[in-house]
């Protein structure tokens, strides 16, 4: 655990939690992609700890979380973050997320609006009909799309093929999408590996994917968002202005050229200003 630090859990809506929660000032909620856990904030942690109270979550299926039947849908999820911020007897936190947990913190700032006082995204938004536009096929030698949004939304294979396996998928994704691949310790890769070493967990994670054309349902309904937004960006960065435009009037676009999917861990310094400056 880090210094300062301490692992809590709390029961919501229908689920269990776990959170790792330290610092003191304005609550700062901090939501995890995917196939990692609350560890990948673990470099910028202890320096926002100093301006904030800093709330790292395991999301629902993720790590030392529950991983029930169903709920994965990002409303759904976002409303477990909601009832927990209701829990620690916050009226209104800022919030941040990356990958999948930019997903549900975009979910959240815009069906908890009174709750949200800024939100932060990074190299994903939402999903739009843009994940239906993805291509499948390599072209000129090189992946050009994400393949494991196919894989992950196929039923009862994926657990199959990678129980006991998960390390593979772990090194393979750093290498492809992390830039700096050495930012990530054999500490760091071993345990995010026996995270998602498990039929539940595997079959948890993949619901993150098989819910994204509710996702895109519950979008058509949702309002603009009118609190200030900050959309980071690295390899992903065209597909966050694409997903993002339009969705909220107060936003503002960095990209942080060079880096690669995993900002959090690949540029924390860069990370941690952007963030300190933006919930100042």
Same mark, same amino acid.
């Given at each position: 655990m880090l210094e300062?630090f301490t692992?809590?859990?709390?029961?919501?809506?229908? $689920?269990? =939690?776990h959170?790792?929660?330290?610092?003191?000032?304005? !609550?700062?909620?901090?939501?995890?992609?995917?196939?990692r856990?609350?560890?990948?904030?673990?470099?910028?942690?202890?320096?926002?700890a100093?301006?904030?109270?800093v709330?790292?979550?395991?999301?629902?299926?993720?790590?030392?979380?529950? +991983?029930?039947?169903?709920?994965?849908?990002k409303?759904?999820?976002a409303r477990?973050?909601?009832?927990l911020?209701?829990s620690?007897?916050?009226?209104?936190?800022?919030?941040?997320?990356e990958?999948i947990?930019?997903?549900?913190?975009?979910?959240?700032?815009v069906?908890?609006?009174e709750?949200?006082? +800024?939100?932060?995204l990074?190299?994903?938004?939402h999903p739009?009909e843009?994940?239906?536009?993805?291509?499948?096929?390599?072209?000129d030698?090189?992946p050009?799309? !994400?393949?494991?949004?196919a894989?992950?939304e196929?039923?009862?294979?994926?657990?199959?093929? =990678?129980?006991?396996?998960?390390?593979?998928?772990?090194?393979?994704?750093?290498?492809?999408q992390? $830039?700096?691949?050495?930012?990530?310790?054999?500490?760091t890769?071993?345990l995010y590996?026996?995270?998602?070493?498990?039929p539940?967990?595997?079959?948890?994670?993949?619901?993150?994917?098989?819910?994204?054309?509710?996702?895109?349902a519950?979008? +058509?309904?949702?309002p603009?968002l $009118?609190m200030?937004?900050l959309a =980071?960006?690295?390899?992903?960065?065209?597909?966050?202005?694409?997903?993002?435009?339009g969705?909220?009037?107060?936003?503002?676009?960095v990209?942080? +050229?060079?880096?690669?999917?995993?900002?959090?861990e690949?540029r924390?310094?860069?990370v941690?200003?952007?963030?300190t400056?933006?919930?100042a």
């Amino acid at each position: 655990m880090l210094e300062g630090f301490t692992s809590r859990f709390a029961e919501v809506n229908g $689920t269990r =939690l776990h959170y790792v929660i330290g610092g003191q000032g304005d !609550p700062l909620v901090l939501l995890p992609g995917w196939p990692r856990t609350w560890y990948q904030f673990h470099k910028i942690m202890p320096q926002l700890a100093q301006r904030h109270q800093v709330i790292a979550v395991d999301l629902r299926g993720m790590g030392d979380s529950a +991983k029930p039947v169903d709920g994965y849908d990002k409303k759904t999820m976002a409303r477990d973050i909601y009832e927990l911020v209701r829990s620690l007897g916050h009226g209104q936190v800022n919030v941040a997320g990356e990958d999948i947990g930019s997903m549900v913190a975009y979910s959240f700032a815009v069906n908890h609006p009174e709750a949200t006082r +800024k939100v932060a995204l990074w190299e994903a938004g939402h999903p739009t009909e843009t994940f239906n536009e993805l291509r499948l096929l390599t072209q000129d030698g090189q992946p050009r799309t !994400p393949w494991w949004f196919a894989f992950n939304e196929l039923k009862e294979l994926p657990e199959q093929l =990678l129980e006991g396996r998960f390390r593979s998928v772990i090194d393979w994704l750093i290498d492809f999408q992390a $830039t700096d691949p050495e930012a990530f310790s054999e500490e760091t890769r071993a345990l995010y590996a026996a995270a998602y070493d498990t039929p539940d967990a595997i079959r948890a994670g993949n619901g993150w994917y098989q819910t994204f054309q509710q996702d895109m349902a519950d979008l +058509k309904d949702y309002p603009v968002l $009118t609190m200030p937004v900050l959309a =980071l960006g690295g390899l992903y960065h065209p597909l966050m202005v694409a997903q993002m435009e339009g969705k909220a009037t107060d936003i503002r676009f960095v990209e942080l +050229k060079g880096a690669g999917h995993y900002l959090a861990e690949e540029r924390p310094d860069e990370v941690v200003r952007e963030l300190t400056e933006f919930f100042a």
